[in-house]
């Protein structure tokens, strides 16, 4: 196992050093200089200058792509030029939105697909089954800002059971940071959760057919009850990776349910770092979500390697 | 019966008291990058510190006139060439410190040093020193006259600031006015509170937050929620019956600095002939891009200056609409199957609404577009710096910008001595007669010259809750002062 999760760090690593010069190379050829966009069509050429300098933007591109590199190597992700602050603070104020909002939307879509997903294969062919199929297909089908905008209709602007968006950070109280994650968590999770269960419930029907599973049948359990424990372990394979993609997906598209919900996380930060040439920033976020992704992809890997220890082997 | 009529009485004394509101909550379609106005030309960071936070000499009223702030009074020399400010005395910094004569010199240096990277430094070239005779007396020296100076200092970039806050004012803002910076959630919001030792009126608001919400229909939203209060530039006009219709709003229509233009390349091809530049004026129908882009706010222009100014004159017979004056005119140039250019637009609605309408326009006189739609950084690398455009559409936001017609190495190149030397010799005169007079050959001259085709002057159009009153109807500068600003009961 051990030596299993060295190997995929070693491919790991590589693959981070190839994704920060593809994002800079990407990143320095969009045309758009972040001086001139700053300080607007009255600026004088001489001040555009000046603060080019200031920025350190006069600098040629192999000498800012080691000064970035070597600075991500000591986890100095560099200062904004548009907000002159540490990217390192503002990246950390909006992970503290989205990485608990992907949370919040994985487990709702995890909650709600695991038992909907068991119950449709428990009764295949069944009502319940043909309901959920479709009910599913539905979910995928409605686009969740489309949804997001139902939320907002019927919970903020008639029920005012919740405000239409924003956030008041935590420091305003778990509770009250909870609930304005909500109705994003929602919107999210939905489309999630109608995937995660048809994921989950082909694959407990693909066990069903198996020799341990007429096995258990014939000790006489039922098939509800062959199914939950010992389908369910062999099923979560397909359903880890599935959840694997979903997370990086939430943490870094959930963009427009950010706008939606005009929440301030990492999505619409960098949505916001790109119109304004904020270079830096744009680079650096885009890192941190090349690095979730591979870490995430690595985690799902030895959680496989748990599951199934076949995969260690090999 | 008694008791009970009198706690009636005093429940519905105590009720009142709560309902009273003094706290008010704005939405804004984009968030200040940092708020320091002398160093970037985001119209969000003006929007939330001017007048509010940070004060300077003078100030823009609501109707665009120059009002004194920290100076109380000035007198100005018969030369014109010295102007010797008094300063309130009793003013003080939001941390404590006193405001002195010393605080004007450092503020006004800084902004015209060699380095600065104030986005107007321009406003501050006339100046040749700043003296400082007393704490409360400050004297301005000018190399030339500049009778445009007073109006100059009233803009955000020529705010006062402390030397010593210099180096954080771009996160924890210090200045002298009514509002103090509390916290600043980013990406989020913004809040600020009444300052309790502001040397004049003080603010009736005791709390205010500025909320960031780019989405129009978030926008939209968050008002129809109760979660802002009011969205002084509302960002889709399209909404605005909807509001209208609702007692619980008011919609707030006034009017901008914003020109809004068909900017053409003096310089490029066809368009340097102005028969052509002609043509694509008359072939252009105003209103029909004001119904079709703004949904029926904005007001035609005929020239680049905005109709709200005492100096403005209505040229917009110029260049009214004619196409078959306009194919004439082509068929005059040279051009009888008309030729085809390039579009470039920027990403504000006016622009690539407008644009697919001015497209067509053109097409009905035999102008062919290649439209491109460009983010803000593109258009100003590829418009406004690199030239590269035939038309584009823009919304020229600075107030009297009718200057950078004396600019040859303008985005639209438009070389023209004449108007050089009348904008030159407009410097040299105080005099508001003078001034108009002057003000007003400009404006017919380049509209004569055709040198860019003049759609409309952009609206301010503003939801707000129908208790708030005191919000700036017009902008004649963007800013959102709170100054005035209070709940009715």
Redesign the interface.
Known sequence: MLRFALKRLVSLAAALVAASLVVFVAIEV?????A?????????PE?VA??RA?LGLDAGPVERYFTWVSGLLQGDLGTSY????PVAN?VA??LW?SLPLAIYALTLSTLIAFPVGIIAAARRGGTADLGIMGATQLGIAIPNFWFA?IL??VF??NL?WF?????P?WDQGFLSGMKALTLPAISLALPQASILSRVMRSALIDMLDQDFMRTARAKGLTRGQALRRHALRNALIPVLTILGLQFSFLLAGAIIIE???????LG??IF?A????DLIVVESVVMILVFAVIFVTFLVDLAYAAVDPRLRAS | MKTTSLTAALVLAASSTLAQQTGITLGMQL?P??LDPTG???AAIDEVVYANIYEGLTRFGPDGSVLPALAESWEISDDGLSYTFTLRSGVTFHDGAAFTADDVAFSLDRARA?????????LFAAIDDVNVIDDTTVEITLLDPDGALLFNLAWGDAIIIDDSDVETI??NPIGTGPFKFDNW?????IEISAYPDYWGEPAKLTQATF?????P??AF??L????IDAFPVFPAPENLPQFEADPRFSVIVGSTEGETILAMNNQNGPLADVKVREAIAHAIDRQAIIDGAMFGYGTPIGTHFAPHHPAYIDLTDLSEYDPEKSKALLAEAGYPDGFSTTLKLPPPSYARRGGEIVASQLRAVGIETEITNL????W???V??GKDFGLTIVS?T?PM?IGIYARPDY?FQYDDPAVQALVAGLAAVTDPEDRSAILKTVQETIARNYVNAYLFQLAKTGVADARIKGLWENSPTQANDLTAVYWEE
Request: proline fraction near 4%.
């Open positions: 969009i045309p758009g200089d972040p001139s966009y700053m300080l607007g069509i009255n600026a004088q001040t000046a603060l200031q548009t907000y002159r602050t503002i104020d909006r939105v905008m907002v209709t903020a602007i005012r405000s239409s968006g924003g956030f950070g706008n939606v919900f005009y929440l301030p996380g619409r930060l916001q790109i119109a304004q040439r | 968030e990058p940092h970037a030309a985001a060699e380095d600065s990277t104030n986005a107007q430094k321009a771009q996160q959630y980013q990406g989020d919001r909320k960031f919400i780019s989405d229909t978030a939203a968050a129809m929620a109760g979660d983010e803000w950084a593109q100003l690398e590829e406004f710096r020229h600075e910008d985005y």
